[in-house]
């Protein structure tokens, strides 16, 4: 199971303490070196004898696979490898980490419940689909109907005839007719009365022949919840982690604010350090890689190192390197840069007009360790200075920065309502096959892998983006965008996700493969000035 590296690493080139797996920064320089020849292998079409790269392609997209470079005890260097979850429903691939469980306790958990779970199941499709049940149901529902169509019939009819009985008051002071205006008055509220007793008799009528149909259904579906929660449970304790400090817990301990995420301990890294503890080898460091097609949600590149995720891995992987010296987290930084960077392209009294170079945040970072920001360094000069929109960290371009707050309410106020006009200028990694058109893919933050953004067609927001194709040449296209809303990364995403371009734009380190620098740049501007209305524009080509 392990790849012995033909030509071993001198001691000053092998890590003195085990890397974070949860670095965004790139691996460690040998970790790297590993994948490639775990990366030249997927190339040749196989993942393992048996399973071709091939179902890699499908439409739910890749694996994420990983490597461990380990060190035996006599000092030589090789690497492990594994593949997250299964493949073509195989735990066990020929070379790579086995699973973290106990197979024979999961599979005498596993195979009887999923007999039962599919039993059940059939049980409710067929209680879902019962005839007396759809009728009961459809019988209630043009009850429900017709009490409406009369509730509304006899509340109009009422209300004209009170609007009658106004006028009559209105017409008379005898007491007598005013006393027989009352009566209709309480006529009225007792036919009212009578006709909502009425409905709630035949309603109640009907549920009763309905309610027995649905609790038989929601006690079929009740059951197969149990059954699976507690196979599931049943499965959560046939993995037993043992760390290199000789430690042992079971994941559910792990997990205990409730159950573990689907898929906890499956991941290619719990699985490489199990094998290694098990093989007595010393963890040198780690990389995890994507290969295939990209998920429904994009996200994922092939080839692209990712850090481990932190809701399966988060409390899995602090416990498994017990025992073991390892590094702080290693967060990306942005780039130092140069006063004479930032340029003032437009100054007026209350507003500036900026270039910000790539590299720099737009607005002060969470991480109180980065104070740098393109709003920071004007509030130097102006302090109640405040960026009115904002670009990504790895984008060059025009950014609007109002100087007091007033001014700032009014002019984020244009981009609120969409009065505000932008064009960016892309290069992508590819052909685009359009020459133009408009985007519309909604977006939501990737709570494993912030700041990445998915496609999410249920949770996300709406996001409007219209392009057209400036030129192509040597397998790559430029592209002006022009975003009609303003999500975060939303033209990243939109160029590199499948629905979208798909293809990314060159140097993103989230969407596509990393590089000198993001080729996105917020070329054009144009807003009004709120205390004239005359609109303003403004223009920096591309530095790329």
């Given at each position: ?108 958990s596993e195979l009887p419940a999923e007999v039962m ?348 983006t219209r392009f057209e194709v400036l030129s192509r ?72």
């Amino acid at each position: 199971m392990v790849t012995w590296l033909e030509t071993q690493p001198p001691r000053d080139e092998r890590p003195r303490v085990f890397p974070s797996p949860f670095d965004d920064v790139a691996p460690h320089a040998l970790a790297q070196r590993c994948a490639e020849v775990v990366k030249a292998d997927l190339r040749s079409g196989l993942i393992a004898p048996g399973f071709p790269t091939s179902v890699l392609m499908r439409a739910e997209g890749g694996k994420m696979f990983g490597v461990l470079v380990v060190e035996s005890a006599e000092g030589r260097v090789g690497f492990l490898r594994a593949v997250s979850g299964q493949v073509e429903r195989a735990w066990k691939l020929e070379g790579y980490a086995p699973p973290v469980f106990d197979a024979e306790q999961r599979v005498a958990s596993e195979l009887p419940a999923e007999v039962m779970v599919k039993g059940l199941t059939a049980r409710v499709e067929v209680a879902r689909v019962e005839p007396t049940l759809l009728a009961a149901r459809a019988a209630l529902a043009e009850l429900d109907a017709s009490h409406a169509a009369k509730r509304g019939a006899l509340k109009a009819q009422h209300a004209s005839r009170k609007q009658e009985r106004k006028v009559a008051r209105e017409a008379t002071t005898d007491t007598a007719a005013l006393h027989a205006l009352d009566q209709l008055s309480r006529k009225d509220d007792h036919e009212r009365r009578s006709a909502e007793a009425a409905a709630r008799e035949e309603r109640a009528a009907a549920l009763a022949t309905l309610s027995p149909l649905e609790r038989r259904l929601a006690a079929l579906e009740r059951l197969r919840r149990i059954v699976s929660q507690e196979t599931m449970r049943r499965i959560w304790d046939s993995y037993r982690l043992t760390n290199f400090a000789g430690e042992t817990t079971t994941l559910r301990a792990l997990f205990p604010a409730g159950d573990p995420p689907s898929g906890a301990a499956d991941c290619a890294a719990p699985k490489l350090l199990a094998a290694a503890r098990v093989a007595g080898l010393r963890p040198l460091a780690l990389a995890e890689f994507w290969w295939g097609a990209p998920p429904p949600g994009g996200g994922r590149v092939e080839g692209m190192f990712f850090p481990a995720c932190r809701e399966k891995c988060g409390p899995v992987l602090p416990f498994l390197l017990g025992g073991l010296e390892v590094a702080a987290r290693q967060t990306w930084k942005p780039r130092e840069v140069e006063e004479e960077e930032l340029v003032i392209v437009h100054r007026d009294q209350r507003f500036l007009v900026l270039h910000k170079p790539a590299g720099m945040l737009s607005v002060p970072a969470r991480d109180e360790t980065i104070t740098d920001s393109l709003e920071a360094r004007v509030q130097r000069r102006f302090p109640d200075a405040l960026a009115v929109h904002r670009l990504d960290l790895d984008t060059s371009g025009l950014l609007l920065v109002a100087l007091d707050g007033d001014m700032y309410r009014l002019l984020q106020a244009q981009f609120l309502s969409r009065e505000v006009q932008k064009r960016y200028v892309a290069v992508l990694e590819g052909d685009v096959a359009r020459d133009g058109g408009t985007i519309e893919l909604p977006l939501r933050v990737d709570l494993d892998q912030r700041p990445r953004q998915l496609v999410d067609f249920e949770h996300g927001k709406a996001a409007h983006t219209r392009f057209e194709v400036l030129s192509r040449a040597e397998n790559r296209t430029r592209v002006a965008f022009f975003p009609l809303t303003g999500r975060t990364h939303q033209l990243r995403v939109h160029a590199a996700h499948q629905l979208g371009l798909g293809t990314p734009i060159v140097g993103d380190r989230l969407y596509g493969k990393p590089g000198a620098r993001l080729m996105l740049h917020a070329e054009w501007l144009r807003f009004r000035v709120p205390s004239t209305g005359a609109w303003l524009e403004f223009e920096v080509p591309a530095p790329f």
